[in-house]
């Protein structure tokens, strides 16, 4: 069996058409253990199998974002509170066709997409700025998923070489997006609307999601939309999948509940808007 290593090597070499240096824009090849552009920018091959392709050569520590929201994440993703949405997107891509480029901006530990790429031969890239997710996303290197460490502001990909770009609950940067995607390729943008976890929310005393208005003006600017679906379902919870949501999510983090035992939830709403755009 292959390690890590090996693994993702033979993932960058099938997928080197599509990489630039960070820092000076030229193309990258594969020397042994590294990458390395025309200018011997040289970005290692951790044992991990992770790879740093940003101008710090610096893992992101984050007080947030940590390998144990990933973690969390990951097992709450796997219990499938998620599958109408994973559903849906599957059905656009089969649309799209075979043999395309897919890039997930923001793809944390990459569990979304390897819902969503399922038994799929397309061609998929996450991309995460957090070490730690990336280096777990590392497991899945054998479903021909390229987890890439990264800057979504300064993307180390050519231009107009994505067939779909997807964006999963997280940040986008319009101007690297419009740069990277083909003149014909899609956006995948899912939102939170204001029902999202709202039961959460409750207990916590947090106010409900307001900005699903703003989100949709802002991408408005940029892209034209294609369709717009919404997808909501009231999910049961256990004991175990509440503890994976309280620890999976950015919103516990502000709050001074240290007990998962203050909260009483049996069930949560997983609503979600999944927009689809284009270029102008």
Known sequence: MQGKKELIKNLLIKNIHLFRCPICESQLCLQENSLMCEHHHLFDISKKGVVLLHKKYQKKIDEIYTKNLFINRRLFINEEFYLEVHEYIKDIIFDVGNNIQILDL????????????????????????????????????????????????????????????????????????????KDNGLIIKIVPTSEYLKELRNSLGLKEYQKEDEVLENLTEHYSIVSTKRIETEKTLSKTSLQHLFYMTPMTSHNNIDNIACLSLDKITISLNVIVLKKK
Do not use: M, W
């Not at 793809?107 to 070490?131: F, M, P, R, V, W």
């Not at 497991?139 to 231009?159: G, K, R, S, V, W």
């Open 106 to 181: 923001g793809a944390g530990e990459c569990s979304h997409l390897k819902k969503i790429k399922g038994n799929q031969t397309h061609s998929s890239i996450g991309i995460d700025l957090s070490y730690d997710a990336i280096s777990l996303a590392t497991d899945y290197l054998a479903n021909d998923i390229l987890p890439i460490c990264c800057d979504l502001y300064n993307l180390p990909f050519t231009d107009n070489v994505f067939d779909i770009v997807l964006n999963f609950l997280s940040p986008i940067n319009s101007k690297e997006v419009s740069r990277v995607l």
